[in-house]
């Protein structure tokens, strides 16, 4: 982790751990960098930067720093107003800019706010780059520069309102649409953020029937008790409506979890068994590999075994599912919490574009979404976080690791247990997956147990 960014951006309250300050430094070194790049390689046009925000309060603050940074340096800032984060990952690639930024907090509520940044290739940028930001934002010199020098006369930056960007991000998912939606009644969870001026247009083109929800944004109501985080009320709504399906994002709309026809929720592991198998049956599941990440559920492993597709596990974050599919030519991958990666069509987990995809295996198979769903039998599981001291030295414990080691043993082939650290917390995850909630518990326990035994567990 950096000191700033972490695995999805520069994330934190606005104003408290996430500043304006902070923005503008964002901005006035991206701009200055980026200049230096295009001298470099012989390009005398200034840099090219695209923004987009989600819905909160702060985002409109956000934007205006980070512009005034960028402008401050040289570099040119082009405006897609309230978007979607998998739409600047889009068109920061398709249209030659040399980064991206989305400000958002994703799923966070309203009063949390974060950077994202994009490479010209539409991917999260580089830790490299990363670290000579955070060295700027404390004071320190970069790539031998004291101090950065402000644009000035006729080398200032500008703003350019670039909704036609949005506009051909829109047009892009229509194109992917294979089947007429014609017939088809869809919900859609729009959680008060991104999606909400985005999704309907897409699916209406399509001519499906659509019902909407929690598309009324006002700044403060974005995930709140909505969107792929608060999915009850879309559940409630497909029953209640009669609708074939129902579809919800989260505030910036690279998620989305599904609803079938009887009002049950369909995961991201499920998500990724439907399109893996649907893929692999057209002969179209590229290495016959799926990449998931350490929190997918065993009983996905144990359906996809059954149909001969292999997986892989990576670190919890859909950048680093989309490290191991670059490097590994995967066409598909993902999060059990809905970030899902079509790598022919998107660098990002792109919400609309998984909705595209489910109703496109629905109508080629003719099936309902609880059917193609039904092959993934989830295995019961239990969490546990313990407040600890020092989370690397409770996991390298001998008795600790000897508590793992016998709860390996006695699950064998018929469960796991993951120990991890939190990204973000003082906290140890203990999480079990067994045939049973009791033995879930029964072992996730024995293993907390010890923890605490050992004097790692913090009582504040």
Known sequence: MGRY????????????????????????????????????????????????????RSSYMFEYSLISGLTASGADAYMLHVTTTPSVAYITRTEGFDCGIMISASHNPYYDNGIKLFSREGEKIDEATIALIEDYIDGK?????????????????????????????IAYLISLGVYSFRGMKVGLDCANGSSWNIAKSV???????????????????????????HIEGLCRLVKEKG???????????????????NGEVVNGDKILYIYGRYMKERGKLVTNTVVTTVMSNFGLYKAFDQIGIDYVKTAVGDKYVHEYMNAHGNRLGGEQSGHIIFSKYATTGDGILTSLKILEVMLAKKAKLSALAEPVKEYPQVL??????????????????????????????????????????????VMVEAETQAECKELAESVVAVIRARGYERKD
């Open 243 to 261: 609708l074939d399906v129902g579809f919800a994002y989260d505030g910036d709309a690279d998620r989305c979890l599904c609803v079938d026809e």
């Open 384 to 429: 546990i976080n313990v407040k600890v001291y020092d989370k690397v030295k409770a996991q390298a414990d001998e008795e600790v690791r000897a508590a793992v080691k016998r709860v390996e043993q006695k699950l064998g082939n018929s469960g796991r247990i993951l120990v991890r650290e939190s990204g973000t917390e003082p906290l140890v995850r």
């Open 141 to 169: 010199p970069v790539l031998g520069a004291d101090k950065l020098e402000y644009a000035t006369g006729k080398e200032l930056g500008c703003t350019v309102d670039y909704t036609e960007g949005r506009n051909r991000y």
């Open 203 to 229: 699916f209406d083109a399509l001519g499906a029937t659509t019902v909407i929800i929690n598309a009324q944004p006002n700044g403060f109501n974005i995930n709140e008790n909505a969107g792929s985080t």
């Open 5 to 56: 960014f972490g695995t999805d951006g520069f994330r934190g309250e606005a104003n408290v751990t996430l500043t304006a300050e902070h923005a503008y430094k964002v901005g006035r070194f991206l701009g200055w960098y980026f200049n230096l790049k295009r001298r470099e390689a012989g390009v005398d046009t200034p840099a090219k930067v695209v923004i987009g925000k989600d819905t909160r």
